[in-house]
């Protein structure tokens, strides 16, 4: 079983940063594949970033450029760094993870890979 845990969202200006974090606690393997969601009031939930054991990074052409997704070597931390962020980046932002695979799907962003989630965190973005 494993547990993830976000923190880090808050209330910046459009132009600001923030910087979200997810620690997994549990039965982590070697094998990863583990992203970022987001999911705004009365919107469909969305992929944001994706990284994998092989460091391969994917992200949503909504984010490119803007938001850097990353984690420390012992793999329980995930990192993600929004620059530039804008009002249509409010949402609740969820860390996911899944133990099976080295790689991450071409289909991750649909989020049906992913096994474990976590509780999310608030991002919002005033205009």
Known sequence: QVNLVESGGGLVQAGGSLRLSCTASGDTYSRYC???????????REGVASIDRTTYT??????????????????????????SLKPEDTAIYYCAADYLYDRCSGSWFVGTDFHYWGQGTQVNVSS
């Open 58 to 83: 994917r992200y949503a052409d909504t984010v490119k450029g803007r938001f850097t997704i990353a984690q420390i070597k012992d793999k329980r931390t995930l990192y993600l760094e929004m620059n």
């Open 34 to 44: 583990m992203g970022w969601f987001r999911q705004a009031p009365g919107k469909e």
